[in-house]
């Protein structure tokens, strides 16, 4: 068992993001088995969820003329318009079905119509705040191990906000999987080793 002030940050485990999915991350479903093993050996464990509202604006359905995968302005900056997704409620929202669910917190991310959320601790804007930080601080949690969906985009936004605000963060690379969106998959690996974050 490891220390308990380590804990274990899964993210995005749900069916919108593996094979069959509005939004499906190659062999996203292969880790599932894995993830479940690590969570036994973690005091804390903690699950994210994407829950967008039907019309949330990170959708390239609600921006005319917009195909999926392309990139528009935001206020808080540059945005991929996804394909529909993660819509609360939805069978694609929810934790793929063999995710063991027994953990001790689930933040749900995403919910905020105008602004997209990829990191477990702040939303898009890296002001807005989940309530993560404050839910690990008060246990006296100080290393957070990540796992999940997707390497390049939530896994990547969660270990560099985790380590801006001063957590070890280790990435389980082979627990996780990456979209690879124009190069996004290596940028986010440099990207993660240049803020201090252990790739394992």
């Known amino acids: 068992m490891r220390p308990a002030h380590e804990a274990l940050i899964v993210i995005d485990m749900q069916n919108d993001f593996c094979p069959g999915g509005a939004l499906a991350v190659a062999e996203g479903d292969t880790i599932v088995p894995g993830i479940n093993a690590l969570m036994e050996e973690f005091r804390a464990v903690v699950l994210t969820q994407d829950w967008h509202p039907a019309d949330h604006l990170s959708f390239a359905s609600q921006h005319a003329g917009a195909a999926p995968m392309s990139m528009t302005e935001m206020p808080y900056g540059p945005q991929v318009l996804w394909p529909d997704h993660c819509v609360q409620g939805s069978p694609g929202a929810a934790f793929h079905p063999d995710l063991r669910t027994d953990a001790d917190l689930i933040i749900r991310k995403g919910f905020r119509r105008e602004i997209d959320s990829y990191s477990a601790f702040f939303e898009n804007d890296h002001a807005t705040p989940t ?22 985009f939530c896994v990547n936004y969660s270990a560099l906000d985790g380590a801006r605000l001063g957590y070890d963060v280790t990435v389980i690379e082979r ?24 790739l394992a």
């Not at 309530?131 to 390049?152: F, K, N, S, W």
């Not at 999987?177 to 080793?193: E, P, T």
């Open 131 to 152: 309530g993560l930080h404050g839910y690990l601080a008060e246990r006296g949690i100080t290393a957070i191990t990540l796992v999940g969906l997707a390497t390049d």
């Open 175 to 198: 627990l996780s999987r990456g979209i690879d969106l124009d190069g996004s998959f290596d940028a986010a690996r440099r990207a993660m080793a240049a803020a201090g974050v252990t």
